[in-house]
């Protein structure tokens, strides 16, 4: 049974997505539009002398939504990417252990690990460039929930700053940490998790300025699922000058992560372990570190910022499957491996310009990136755990270099007309050493126009329409010497209303329509990406956010999306569900807290944080569907001055339910026969988890 009147019960309106923009910009905002005077409130009876004001733009499209500090701690979070459940539309899945990338669906796209979905943290990109795993692999398992202030969504390429990957559209976590002192926090848990997290804030700066350290180790809720993992997060604000500042940021992160794998749903039907694997020895080792240095701040009518970053990241991962499908004696385990070094820069400068009114401005950034990667692909031995052969082993440079111009009109009282043009110029160079060092080269490049129309209806109410054109890069192994670098095209419209009693309530509606040149499915027999034809997604997003009192938080986000193919070639068919992609997504956070009394002459308050999701309708391959999800999370604490205990639990109705669900030929037998005959195979998603903290204030 559907649980929507439960959703609807528990969610109230939510926080407007920020109309009234702020006087300096936040952390990371070097990745935002960045006009110098975004329109505040095109309401036909404000005053013209007030609303234009230097700030973070506006939305670009209806389907914008923001979550501050006060929806992402609602209810449980145990990773930056569980804060990816409060954007609407966003579901996360980790089949293969804690400490691999989780797999992401956002607004009809399965993004698979990043491939469909920009994202930055603090001003730098997450994305990796023709990883090994899959294009556009983002591991989010460097950041702790606890340093994020804000992560802003938006949806489709509607911006000319959104570059690769954003074809669903790009996602922004803002960074900052506002308890003053020292935080220290200890947990333990189900399964015999352990958590120590440590942080400190200056008091009187900037929130933007602190420092954080997470340890943190698990046995894991089944075998083969152990894992463990540190990091350390650092960021510093500091004024050089009137209107100019630098903040700097570095992050350092390793982890090592067992994975359990998959098992076919007959196994598990026929009475085994559901939490068992057929091989232990999966799962695999992360680590990144980085440093980004952002320069920013106002003179006159101008605005600008210039973030140099160089990020380093290593990857190995071992997995199987299918089993001795390929192998029926050495088995088909694969160990793959990426290590890479990124080295790059956004900028961008804005200013007043009067076009058509006084309240015009443009914007001109650039940007460059290059990437040089190692990487290999290994089948190895289910016995010795020796590579028996090598499938890739090649060295990979990868440059980007990017140029947009945004301009923001308003030629009339009431309509807001905002867009530009971006130019994308990519080339990539390989050296396979599986052929005595071939080398190859390709380049090429994609524009980008972009347009939206903001039209005040009334004040606090705006009809928004938005198109924008938008691209994900190649695989650049795929590509053959000479070749003019072919890129997936992305053309999005939609049309929507938001509505807003200042920062208390707002309500965002919209439709949209996204098409694409071509598309990728994974297919697990594989282990690879493969292409598929032309594709397109059609749906609906509702986002209703509200912060009526300062106890009291509600947010709710519902996306329906119909994903399917719009051509037929090889194994797809016109009209057919493109797969792993659920049609309807809903999420609601509530969150209530309540001064109850003052001994000893110390505040004594309570906390209740409840998160509610829902997945339906996930299609499989082969015209099948995979069950539906729901989960309730819930979170309850206590706090006396500066103590504070706090009991989580997620998935507190202990309901079973499929973290992933694929339908192939496998073989786990050694030595059998192999059927070729297709198969459901699941991987369990976590069950009830319990972990209980004691926090300290100093």
């Known amino acids: 049974m559907c649980p929507l009147p439960l959703l609807g019960a528990v969610a109230a309106p939510a926080r407007a997505d920020t109309t009234s923009a702020p006087t300096t910009p936040p952390a990371n905002a070097s990745h935002a539009a960045t006009e110098v005077a975004p329109i505040d409130s095109i309401d036909d009876d404000s005053d013209e002398d007030a609303i234009y004001v230097h700030g973070a733009p506006l939305p670009r499209s209806a389907g914008h939504s923001e979550r501050t500090r006060r929806v992402l701690s609602a209810a449980p979070s145990r990773t930056a990417s569980d804060l990816l459940l409060t954007v609407p539309g966003t579901f996360v899945t980790q089949h293969s252990g804690e400490g691999k990338a989780h797999q992401i669906f956002f607004r009809g796209f399965d993004a698979l690990h990043g491939q469909d979905l920009e994202l930055w943290v603090g001003g730098a990109p997450v994305n990796e460039v023709s990883h090994i795993h899959g294009q556009g692999y983002a591991d989010l398992h460097f950041l702790m929930p606890e340093v994020v202030q804000r992560v802003r969504a938006r949806p489709g390429p509607f911006s000319p700053d959104q570059g690769d990957f954003a074809v669903a559209g790009s996602i922004d976590f803002d960074l900052g940490f506002e308890e003053p002192g020292f935080t220290l926090k200890g947990s333990v848990g189900s399964f015999g998790a352990r958590r120590a997290f440590i942080a400190y804030h200056p008091e009187g700066m900037s929130h933007e300025t602190f420092g954080a350290f997470e340890s943190y180790s698990s046995d894991g809720f089944g075998v083969g699922r152990a894992a463990e993992r540190s990091t350390a997060v650092g960021q510093l ?21 067992g994975s359990a794998g998959v098992l076919r749903l007959a196994d598990v039907e026929a009475g085994a372990d559901r939490f068992g694997s057929y091989d232990t020895a999966q799962g695999g080792h992360s680590a990144r570190h980085q440093l980004l240095a952002e320069l920013r701040g106002a003179s006159g009518e101008h605005r600008f910022h210039f973030t140099p970053y160089l990020t380093l990241r290593q990857l190995t991962l071992r997995h199987n499957f299918t089993g001795f499908l390929q192998d029926p004696v050495g088995g088909d385990a694969t160990q793959q491996q990426n290590g890479s070094t990124t080295l790059g820069f956004r900028a961008a400068v804005s200013r007043a310009l009067e076009i058509v009114s006084p309240h015009d401005s443009v914007s001109v950034g650039l940007a460059g990136r290059g990437d040089f990667i190692e990487q290999s692909d290994r089948r190895l031995s289910v016995v010795t755990r020796e590579v028996s052969a090598t499938q890739v082993d090649a060295t990979v440079s990868a440059a980007a270099l990017s140029g947009w111009v945004d301009l923001s009109l308003r030629p009339v009282r009431r309509l807001a007309v905002r867009g530009g043009a971006r130019i994308d110029a990519l080339s990539y160079g390989v050296t396979d050493h599986l052929r005595q060092g071939q080398v190859s080269s390709a380049q090429g490049a994609h524009v980008g126009p972009k347009l939206s129309l903001d039209f005040a209806i009334a004040p606090g109410a705006r009809a928004l329409a938005s198109y924008g054109e938008g691209f994900r890069s190649p695989q650049a192994r795929s590509l053959g010497d000479g070749e003019r670098t072919p890129f997936t095209r992305v053309r999005s419209y939609e049309l929507g209303l938001r509505l807003a009693e200042g920062r208390r309530v707002s309500l965002g509606l919209a439709g949209f329509h996204t098409a694409l040149s071509d598309d990728v499915v994974f297919v697990e027999a594989l282990a690879k990406n493969v292409a598929t034809p032309a594709t397109r997604r059609v749906g609906g997003v509702l986002d209703f956010v509200a912060e009526p009192t300062p106890g009291f938080t509600s947010a709710l986000g519902a996306t329906y999306t119909r994903a399917s193919f719009t051509e037929t070639s090889g194994d797809y068919l016109a009209g057919a569900r493109v797969p792993f992609v659920p049609e309807l997504t809903v999420r609601s956070d509530l969150a209530a807290t309540r001064q109850l009394a003052q001994p000893f002459g110390r505040p004594l308050s309570a906390g209740l944080g409840v998160g509610l999701t829902y997945l339906y309708r996930r299609p499989i391959p082969y015209g099948e569907l995979g069950d539906d999800v729901f989960l309730m999370d819930v979170k309850a604490s206590a706090r006396l001055a500066g103590v504070e205990l706090s009991l989580e639990a997620m ?47 100093i």
């Open 237 to 257: 604000v500091q004024p050089l000058s009137r209107g100019v500042e630098l903040r700097l940021l570095t992050t350092s992160y390793s982890g090592r992560f």
């Open 651 to 697: 998935n507190l109705l202990d309901l079973p339910w499929n973290d992933g669900e694929f339908v192939y030929a496998s073989s786990f037998e050694r030595g059998g026969t192999p059927s070729l005959v297709p198969a459901r195979h699941v991987s369990a998603g976590a069950p009830r988890t319990l972990m209980a903290t004691l926090s300290l204030t």
